[in-house]
């Protein structure tokens, strides 16, 4: 118990809410590095994968990639990485764009793929052409898994990011966690544990809700037409 | 492979810690994910509760909740149970949906049949269910296994001596080859350990492998 209240008191000490190493601060940078992250990522696994569903080729190759990469230990691919970069965020970056592209990747393959073949067929017989059948009909029907994608890239990427912090360069949430284990700071060490937990979460139950909302869209189409 | 070479000891005696951090997790996660899924699949409340929770408990990053079970347990902050009980319970929370969907999959009618041939509830659980259910079980064991052994890893950084401790270790050191060493041992347990899951598979559950056979055959 007195190792939680420790906790608790780290967290609610308001010096660790101020200046360039602070709570907010630390929250920011996670953040930062997850959406730079993301928007790298999704700018090369989305229309990979968007491919993938579309033609059907490649699928091999794509269903290999991202079970091959999942297996990678990531503390494994961050330290690597930062032996060839140098120790800036460079390697943070490099790495946690290596980690989000399986998800997002599966995501938008699977996505495609989920829809009813029949489905895109009559969009054909109606005379769309590839990319009216694939923003019209495929990417919307899709979304739901698409989002699926986003929502474990994102969480992967705020879980690695945390490690990340063990390469000297980054900040962000994991700083309070592995400095903490170097000083034998433990009511630090916890107090970044949770900031990191409640980050997850909220990121998580902001995902479940935007998938909801697209499925129920998905559902109602039919209806109004 | 001269650093492996002059490291031969120091290697294997993580080998040795990685096999044991990662194997026991899969193993108890697996044995407790079975009862809870099939009341899972039985209960309808009771499959709620236990669906959002393991998703909630999956979704906590895995350095954070190693550091968070001395609070939760008692333990020290370098005890290797924490990193061993982390795990399970991520097992757990993965390997439960799989065990309700693999209850789900069997047919209403093979259970009618069983009940007919007078299978009482024990009975109808371990010996019609369980072998039923089996190879959406055994997918989902594949997934535990797989992200197990690569999560072992992470408790290098709060001090358990695994496979891991080669990353930490070579990137104080700009050490390359120690890193692609770590790297390497860790996937190939991964295959191992799927290896050994498909082959178990295949002499446990016969009847999916060669169902698979026929019906390739048909087409």
Known sequence: MSVASEAWDWLTDDANWSGPAGI?????????????????????????????????????????????????????????????????????????????????????????????????????????????????VEVPLALPLLIGGFRSATLQVIATATIAAQVPGPGGLGRFILDGLDLDDYPRVMGGAVLVIALALVVDLTFAALQRLSARRRVSTPERV | MRWLGNNVELVTGYLVSHLWLSAVPIVLGFLIALPIGWAAHRVPAVRGVVLSLGSVLYTIPSIAFFAVMPAVLGTGFLDPLNVVIALTIYAVAVMVRFAVDGFASVSSAVLDAATATGYGKVGLALRVQLPLAGPVLLAGLRVVSVSTVSLVSVGALIGVGNLGRLFTQGVTTGNNAEIVTGIVLILAIALVFDALLVVTGRLVLPWSAGARAVRGVGR
């Open chain 1, 24 to 136: 907010p601060v630390r929250t920011l940078e996670h953040l930062e590095y997850t959406a730079l992250t993301l928007v790298i990522a999704t700018a090369i696994a989305i229309p990979l994968g968007l491919y993938i569903g579309h033609t059907g080729r490649f699928r091999v190759v794509g269903v290999g990639l991202t079970g091959a990469l999942r297996a990678l230990p990531t503390l494994g691919v961050v330290t690597i990485v930062s032996l060839h970069t140098g120790i800036d965020l460079t390697a943070a970056l490099v790495a946690l764009v290596l980690i989000a592209i399986p998800p997002l990747l599966a995501g938008a393959y699977a996505g495609l793929e989920s829809v009813d073949p029949a489905t895109v067929d009559a969009a054909r017989a109606l005379g769309m052409t590839h990319w009216q059948v694939l923003w019209r």
